[in-house]
């Protein structure tokens, strides 16, 4: 698998919150819901947030009901990285701790690659990496979805 660690600071996600069924193949209808709330005008009042790598819109995953049983629940932010307090924009807001990131690169169809990537990070690379889980979110960031 192709990968590599990354220490990042404290930073934090901004943008919109729904609380989603996890779905472990297909498209998530729960966040296709929240991808529409996107509007040309919310892209650019993000934009003027997003001061961090990476750039661009992240779809966020974070306080699991359980990682490991389809149709549990769990939050979704689609938003954007940012050292900003932006409490008092209008949008929600997901403060992330510092911590190391084990940042994997996908390519293929979306959204199998991503699924299929995600199944073996849990079941192979994690098992062997000597890496654990720490409290915090994953994060999808699509390379081709820059603001």
Not at 13 to 25: A, M, S
Not at 97 to 116: H, K, R
Request: charged content about 25%.
């Amino acid at each position: 698998m192709d990968y590599r660690i990354v220490e990042k600071k404290g930073f934090s996600i901004v943008g919109f919150k729904e609380r989603i069924k996890l779905k472990f193949q297909g498209v998530n209808p729960g966040m296709s819901d929240v991808r529409q709330k996107m509007t040309l005008d919310v892209i650019g009042r993000l934009k003027e947030l997003n001061d961090m790598e990476p750039k661009g819109v992240l779809s966020v995953s974070t306080n699991f009901s359980d990682r490991t049983t389809e149709g549990s629940s769990l939050d979704l932010y689609i938003g954007v990285a940012t050292s900003q307090d932006a409490t008092e924009q209008g949008f929600d807001v997901l403060k992330v701790n510092p911590c190391q990131w084990a940042v994997f690169s996908i390519t293929g169809p979306f959204p199998e690659a991503m699924q299929d990537t995600w199944a073996k990070i849990y079941a192979e690379w994690l098992p062997s990496s000597g890496y654990e889980l720490c409290e915090g979110p994953e994060m999808l960031w699509h390379e081709g979805q820059e603001m």
